[in-house]
């Protein structure tokens, strides 16, 4: 349950727990594990149960509601994040899991105030309908031109390993 103004409480959605200030009580014999996440380039101390999905922590805790929850089971993409640059499913992944690698959400994405590329192509396309999956396509999109840029980063550097001989460095006599 969480504490709401005028001493009401609510059930929360996701954990059996209590959250009152930045003490969390839960129930059901589950236990707690202080750790720390990085989300978007910031270290968030967080204590959860070890398996608490991460997109729980997200909306719950951390309030990054852009990573929504679509079927808690991995296929819709709703709830995908960057884990360490590679797209996942963050109904998927333990809390646990993620606080030995960086998270980037779709609030991570823009910069200074800029949006990612990605982000600027989606709007100027319009390619939504709800829009309630869209930011999973978009980070699931961010994630894939991530990949193809080090697949091509790395190419060229077995390449000009193989043939060390470059442009302009062949002797011309």
């Excluded at 101390?45 to 079927?71: A, F, I, N």
Aim: charged letters at 25%.
């Amino acid at each position: 349950m969480r504490k709401q103004g005028g001493g009401r409480q609510r059930r929360s959605p996701h954990l059996p727990q209590t959250l009152i200030g930045r003490r969390i009580f839960l129930w059901k014999g589950t236990s707690a594990m202080p750790i720390e996440i990085e989300v978007n380039g910031k270290r968030y101390p967080v204590s959860y149960p070890p398996d608490t999905p991460l997109l729980y922590v997200l909306r719950d805790e951390l309030r990054l509601t852009g990573t929504k929850y679509g079927c808690g089971e991995g296929q819709c993409g709703a709830c995908t994040v960057l884990l360490a640059g590679a797209p996942r499913r963050s109904c998927q992944i333990p809390a646990s899991a993620a606080g030995r690698k960086p998270v980037t959400t779709i609030e991570g994405l823009e910069k200074d105030g800029r949006l990612h590329p990605v982000q600027q192509a989606f709007l100027e396309a319009g390619a939504f309908q709800c829009a309630y999956c869209t930011s999973g396509m978009i980070i699931s999109s961010v994630g894939l031109l991530q990949r193809r840029h080090r697949d091509r980063i790395h190419r060229q550097s077995r390449d000009r390993a193989e043939h060390p001989h470059g442009f302009g460095t062949n002797d011309r006599r």
